[in-house]
C-alpha cells in the first residue's frame, strides 16, 4: 500500500499503541515460506501480520515493558487476516 488511509488512521489512533511496517521484498519471502510450508497462498499483503508477533518477541520487550503489558500478554491473541489468494494463477 503506497499510503495509509488518513481516515482510518484518525479513526482507529485511540485503540492503538504501536505500528509497524515491513518492506515488499520481505513480504514476499514470507509468502514464499508460507506456500512451501502450508501450501495456502494469500496476498503479499496479508503477510505484515504474520510478523508482528514475531516482531513483538524479539524487538518489542522495551515496548512491552514501557506500556505495560508483561503481565497482558498471556491474555493476549495474535490474529493474523489472511485476505484471498486472488493474485495467484491457477496452476
Known sequence: MGRASGFVGKTIEPFLSGIYTISDNHLYK??????????????????????????????????????YLTKKLNQGIHIVWG????????R
Open 30 to 67: 514470507l509468502l514464499k515460506g508460507l506456500v512451501d510450508a502450508e501450501g495456502i497462498e494469500l496476498e503479499p499483503s496479508a503477510l505484515v501480520g504474520m510478523i508482528g508477533s514475531i516482531r513483538l518477541y524479539k524487538e518489542g520487550k522495551r515496548y512491552i515493558t514501557n506500556n
Open 83 to 90: 485476505t484471498g489468494g486472488v493474485w495467484f494463477q491457477k
